[in-house]
């Protein structure tokens, strides 16, 4: 770490700011503080609700510091923005130190520093250095990767090492981080999230957004061909699944089925099932009550018709299919709402089962009937564009991939010492690691007692004797 | 025998394993706390018969899922795992104790299952997807993770509190204490991890976007940030013992809230609409 290094001057003081972790530390624990307003406070209702939840007092605030939508609000962006500034700086500011020590040529055994370590772990063998020193290299070798030998005075010094390369572990948490951030920020500035309802049958050319309401065009033509839904034996719903079919410049290009966790991809679209519902259509006759002429018309849910002859106009705004009053099952209805040529609107029922119940009231100077009427099923997409999908992605695995290098993996060191004299051979072993010293310690223990073990058996070779 | 009859025997075992440890830990009868580890076995053999078994059930109904899909199951396999953790963890570092603060763990989260609907139903739609199991089973094992480092950080402070009083002469080292906690983080954090983002794949293969800043999510990411927090201040700033463990209990308390609280958070969402 360069702690002690002064920063200089007023750049220099700038950058150890950003490049400092108790930034990083009050900027996290700042994030996690403020989200959780976001979960106590609705986000992004209609501002019907916020009145009518909350004080009008409590509602000024709510807008002053956007905390109806505070994911989206200035302040929240600044502070994830912060966060990213500081991983940035703080990275380019320790990478190089750390790639040094990596790309570094491997150190060998050094007196020195294996002097200064703890916990060394010793035993001594009448086994001749020179029989010994192979058998060591080879197990530590087998136990801990490329071994570098160095000739020392009465013997040999081995040094071995493992998982150098861990120590990039953090810079690979940290670029994943920062590619889920970036990922994010790409996919809301050139992405998009629309649904449309399209009946069985018809097609789009575009979506409604979901934030503005706006209309949003698509690179090709959508139909749906056919929506049905499965469901288990007590009713609930098993499957939902949408037959569409994408045409490009009018003609069909291929036809595809949609379920819930399958969607349809094409041209970084994706259409997803997301909800469905169906439209009732009737056939209405409306009888002139004085002159007995019969009209018919086919009329959809909340569309505007002509009534015949130029009375007027009438929507059918409901389709209720049983429609109950007073406790009496009347079966299907439809409402009407009717705007004669003259006179004010009014509503009106018209019962398909019931007729007799038609005659209550008239639509300008008709009688009217249901002769017949259909469901049609629509399919309710989702239609999104992210752009930075591909990017989180990377992220999530560089972020899983680092934490696991990072926290399970580490670097670690071993030192081999044989020396000794005509009679008695010395053997002392140590370890250092970066972390998780108490493992490595174990690692490191065991690797003595098999050097151990293996110099009484070259004993009692050479011997022909059990050693001591 | 349904699966729901023999997880609610467990709820009652873990219970028995749970007294025995207190006994165990308080007396310093080895006799009390080798019983307690032989329950807690038991518990833990019984506990993953019924999850095979609700499996097995759900199969025989139609259905066929891993029983990780609501409440109820979350909870028996979050006991599940807990407790094995802890067992492992008692069988590798001799400690006793840890099933004393960890059993609790277990039982209370099998007694609140049994109040919750432990009816098998079909999975709607959006449910049928392999992310949500990889999710529930990541996220979980995550929970586990941390709890058994609460467990551990209270061991701690009961520790540093009175090393050779009744209760703290049984426990091992503060400084093991520390390290065996820290790397239940480091597990529980890696799990949440993944476990968060298998959750954000799920949704958006489902519904098209990986992130929506609901209720749920948001916690899980705010529990993520305060052991991040943690984990730099360990790391970086060479924090240890007393402040790491009061810090890990705030951790867990925000797992708690992840995993419970929310439901009345959102309770809000749909009283309003
Ligand atoms: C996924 C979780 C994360 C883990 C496991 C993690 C891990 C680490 C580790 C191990 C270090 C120490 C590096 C070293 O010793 O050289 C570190 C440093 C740092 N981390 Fe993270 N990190 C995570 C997420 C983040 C996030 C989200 C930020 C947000 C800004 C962040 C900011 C920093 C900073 C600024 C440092 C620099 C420390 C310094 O310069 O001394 N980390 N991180």
């Given amino acids: ?37 976001g979960t106590v406070i609705p986000q992004g209702k209609t501002a019907e609700f916020y009145q009518q939840n909350y004080s009008a007092a409590f509602q000024r605030f709510l807008e002053a510091v956007n905390l109806t939508d505070m994911y989206h609000s200035w302040w929240f962006q600044a502070l994830l923005v912060l966060l990213a500034v500081n991983l940035m700086v703080c990275s380019v500011k320790r990478l190089p130190s750390t790639w040094k020590l990596v790309r570094a040529r491997p150190a060998g055994f050094h007196q020195g520093r294996f002097s200064s370590l703890k916990d060394k772990e010793e035993f001594e063998t009448q086994a001749p250095v020179n029989d010994l020193a192979p058998l060591v290299e080879k197990t530590l070798g087998r136990r801990f990767g ?15 090492e493992r998982g150098r390369w861990t120590r990039l572990g953090p810079y690979v948490i940290h670029l994943g981080f920062l590619l889920t951030l970036a990922g994010g920020v790409l996919g809301s500035l050139y992405g998009f999230t629309g649904y449309v309802n399209l ?16 209309l949003q065009p698509l690179p090709f033509t959508l139909r749906c061909d056919r929506f049905s839904v499965q469901f288990y034996d007590n009713g609930m719903p098993k499957e939902y699944t949408s037959t569409l079919t994408v045409l490009e410049g009018g003609s069909p290009a291929f036809t595809q089925d949609i379920e ?21 259509s009737a056939v209405l006759e409306f009888a002139h009550a004085e002159t007995g002429m019969i009209y018919e018309k086919e009329a959809a849910s909340r569309r505007m018709m002509e009534l015949p002859e130029g009375e007027g106009r009438f929507m059918v705004v409901e389709f209720d299919p049983s429609f109950s009053h007073q406790g009496m099952d009347l079966g299907p209805v439809f409402h009407l709402h009717v705007f004669p040529k003259e006179g004010p609107p009014f509503q009106m029922s018209v019962f398909a089962a019931r007729p ?113 | 025998m349904t699966s729901s009859f023999v997880l609610s025997i467990v709820t009652f075992v873990y219970f028995g394993a749970m007294c025995l440890y207190w006994a165990g830990w308080v007396f310093h009868k080895p006799v009390l706390s080798r019983s307690a580890t032989l329950v807690a076995v038991v518990g833990v053999a019984g506990n993953l018969a019924g999850f095979g078994l609700r499996w097995w059930e759900s199969h ?55 109040l919750k609907d432990a009816d098998q139903v ?22 586990a993770g941390f709890a058994a480092a609460t467990g551990l950080a209270v061991m701690y402070l009961l520790k540093k509190s009175g090393p050779d009083s009744g209760i703290g002469r049984s426990l091992p080292e503060a400084p093991v204490l520390d390290q065996l906690m820290y790397q239940n983080i480091l597990l529980g954090f ?84």
């Avoid at chain 1, 490329?146 to 071995?160: E, M, N, S």
């Avoid at chain 1, 009946?199 to 706006?214: A, C, N, Q, Y």
Wanted: aromatic share 12%; net charge positive.
């Fill in chain 1, 1 to 37: 770490m360069t702690k002690n290094q002064q920063p200089v001057g007023p750049l220099g003081r700038l950058m150890g700011f950003f490049a400092s972790v108790k930034l990083s530390i009050a900027l996290l624990l700042t994030l996690a503080a403020t989200s959780i307003v």
């Fill in chain 1, 199 to 214: 009946p069985e049958g018809e097609t789009t050319e575009r979506v409604s957004l979901r934030d503005s309401k706006d």
């Fill in chain 1, 356 to 468: 007799e119940l038609n005659r209550m009231r008239t639509a300008g100077p008709f009688h009217v009937s249901a002769k017949s009427w259909k469901q049609t099923y629509y399919t309710g997409l989702q239609v999104t564009k992210d752009p930075g999908v591909g990017m989180v992605y990377t992220g999530f695995i560089l972020i899983i991939a680092g934490c696991f290098v990072t926290f399970f993996l580490f670097h670690g060191q071993v030192f081999v010492l044989v020396s000794g004299g005509k009679k008695k051979t010395r053997v002392s072993v140590a370890g250092v690691a970066n972390k998780n010293q108490q493992g490595f310690g174990i690692r490191v223990h065991r690797l003595a007692e098999i050097l151990s073990g293996q110099a009484a058996d070259l004993e009692k070779r050479k011997t022909g004797r059990e050693p001591r």
């Fill in chain 2, 122 to 143: 079909p999975l709607v739609p959006a449910l049928q997807s392999n992310w949500l199991t990889a999710h529930v089973f990541t996220a979980f094992l995550g929970y």
């Fill in chain 2, 190 to 273: 890696l799990f949440l991890t993944v476990g968060i983002i298998t959750g954000a794949v799920w949704a958006n293969s489902a519904w098209g976007r990986y992130w929506s800043w609901d209720p749920k999510e948001t916690w899980s990411l705010i529990t993520w940030l305060i052991y991040a927090a943690l984990i730099h201040l360990r790391l970086v700033r060479g924090w240890m013992g007393k402040r790491t463990a009061i810090f890990a209990i705030v951790g867990f308390a925000a797992v708690l809230f992840t995993w419970f609280g929310v439901n009345y958070l959102s309770g809000l969402h749909s009283y309003a609409s």
């Fill in chain 1, 260 to 280: 819930v966790n399958h969607p349809l991809r094409h041209k970084g679209i994706n259409v997803f099932q997301s909800s469905y519902g169906s439209d009732t």
């Fill in chain 1, 146 to 160: 490329k071994v570098k030998a160095t000739p020392v005075d009465q013997g040999f010094g081995y040094w071995a």
């Fill in chain 2, 60 to 114: 025989q109904m139609g259905m066929g899922h891993i029983p990780l899909t609501n409440m109820y199951e979350s909870l028996v396999f979050f006991a599940m795992v807990t407790m094995a953790v802890s067992l492992v963890l008692e069988r590798q570092y001799r400690i006793r104790a840890l099933g004393a603060v960890v059993a609790p763990f277990a039982f209370l989260a099998m007694a609140y299952a049994s």
